[in-house]
């Protein structure tokens, strides 16, 4: 017995001929009184357990021992009185014996001749270990759980074609078990992040999504529109101010992980939609925060188990923004504060592929960070003491002469080429920050679209009087692609911004 498994994204458009096959068995099933889509199927083992469960079992030997599993049919090889199928479930897969004279006629021809490859099946039946060395389930009863009328991907090679994977991500998901595998590691990496900040004695919160006025990043928003209220709202682009706004109402520590929304370009390791965690500590500074972070995602590379290339058990690198610049360019930014000095030696450089023309000061130094720096951080690294004004609510750096450096506590990390979090001591005195929402505004007229908002209602919360505190963003779609070895965003978001 053989089944015609063609590629899905082919079968699904123009399959006509393999639809109508199925149809016919789905018609068969329902008149010997079979329902092909059954409400449920109690009691069901993952495959995962089932195999653990007769680890080290010899080779031929036999169990007494009854199991039901349920999965998507993979594979089939033989026919007649007796056959073999592989069964697969999100923890793994395991074969199937079906034979004659345990399933009775009626039972071996339907398994055989109605039920497809890609069909939903429940299975009871008896563990044994083959000759061969592979556990398996000798099938006494077998459940359709759900015909499927479309042929799956092909059962060798999986689902290839890049586009229709990321848009089908179901048809990914059955096909392509490296995928599964893939999301998986993520479910295990969010829990284990929440896992370690639980633990730390974090409050896990939520903030609204819709906003009056977006702020927290230096993005462009989405705007929409609320009918009942007759106003616009933007989708957030960070949760930062109203978590802030949390601490000044003494919950100490908070953090959320949740879904934000910039309305940038698409890349490798840009999706309009992502998703951040966010934290925040009172009575901490930015080097409290860079110790939580190191420690937090060693916490979480050990317990899933990371194997790869990015040595992040080793202490992180830790340098200057200034520094690493001119370690790459030649280039000291601090001494050309302006837009047009430093576009005068970014001309005169041929280490760079920056174009200054049109830039603000703060667009050019972000041009060579990411350009000619980031792209070189390949391990766990940490860039400290950015610009004030590329850091609109971080606090100045302290100096022992308190001398004003234009500098601030905080830093970004990177690692694999690209900025995975971001920190400040946060700027708590109200004077400085309505100070430099007035200068966010200036860099605004200037053609700066992505500066930030005035807010006057976050201002009037910092006057409640907001602690010292170390605040925290990361970005999971991205450390996601560090701990499971992908190359770009759209391999780790189930479901990324596609174009039409």
């Not at 399959?15 to 092909?36: E, H, Q, S, Y």
């Not at 966010?440 to 910092?462: I, P």
């Amino acid at each position: 017995m053989t089944d015609p498994t063609p590629d899905a994204a082919s079968a699904a458009e123009d399959g006509t001929d393999l639809l109508a096959v199925r149809r016919a068995k789905l018609d068969r099933l329902r008149a010997a009184g079979v329902d092909p889509f059954p409400h449920d199927f109690d009691g069901v083992e993952p495959i995962a357990d089932v195999r653990a469960r007769h680890e080290g079992l010899e080779d031929g030997a036999e169990t007494d021992v009854r199991h039901r599993i349920a999965g998507r049919l993979r594979a089939r090889r033989g026919q007649g009185k007796m056959a073999f199928l592989d069964l697969d479930d999100r923890s793994g897969r395991i074969q199937l014996q079906a034979k004659l004279d345990v399933l009775g006629p009626e039972a071996m021809s339907r398994l055989l001749d109605d039920v497809d490859l890609g069909d939903l099946i429940g299975v009871d039946g008896v563990a044994f270990m083959s000759r061969r060395g592979e556990l398996s389930i000798r099938v006494e009863q077998v459940t359709v759980l759900a015909k499927s009328l479309r042929p799956p991907p092909d059962k060798h090679h999986g689902l290839q074609d890049q586009e229709v994977r990321q848009r089908r991500r179901e048809l990914d998901l059955i096909g392509n078990e490296d995928t599964r595998r893939a999301f998986v590691m993520r479910s295990r990496i969010v829990s284990e992040i929440r896992r370690f900040l639980d633990g730390e004695g974090f409050l896990e919160v939520e903030t609204p999504v819709l906003q009056p006025l977006y702020g927290g990043a230096l993005a462009r928003p989405f705007t929409t529109h609320h009918n009942a209220l007759g106003r616009d709202l933007y989708l957030r682009i960070a949760t930062e101010l109203y978590l802030k706004r949390l601490i000044v109402g003494g919950l100490e520590r908070v953090y959320e992980l949740g879904k934000n929304f910039r309305n940038e370009g698409i890349s490798h390791k840009h999706n309009p939609e992502f998703t951040m965690l966010e934290w925040y500590e009172a009575y901490a500074d930015v080097e409290d925060a860079a110790d939580r972070l190191e420690a937090c995602v060693q916490h979480v590379a050990r317990a899933v188990g990371y194997d790869g290339d990015i040595r992040w058990t080793e202490p992180w690198a830790r340098k200057t923004l200034a520094g690493a610049i001119e370690e790459e360019t030649g280039i000291d930014v601090l001494a050309h504060r302006t837009s047009e000095s430093l576009a005068a030696v970014v001309r005169a450089s041929d280490r760079t592929d920056v174009d200054p023309d049109g830039r603000t000061w703060p667009q050019l130094v972000d041009d060579l960070l990411s350009k000619d720096v980031e792209p070189k951080l390949q391990q766990p690294t940490m860039l400290f003491d950015y610009p004030v004004e590329l850091s609109p609510f971080a606090k100045r750096k302290r100096t022992e002469t308190g001398e004003d450096t234009g500098l601030v506590e905080r830093f970004e990390a990177f690692a694999l080429g690209m900025e995975i979090a971001n920190a400040f001591s946060e700027l708590n005195d109200p004077d400085e920050q309505r100070r430099r929402f007035e200068e966010q505004a200036r860099l605004e007229l200037e053609g700066d679209d992505e500066a930030q908002q005035y807010d006057e209602s976050f201002v009037e919360a910092l006057e409640q009087g907001m602690p010292p505190t170390g605040g925290l963003g990361l970005g999971i779609d991205r450390l996601v692609i560090c701990m499971t070895g992908r190359s770009t965003i759209r391999e780790v978001v189930l479901f990324p911004t596609m174009r039409d």
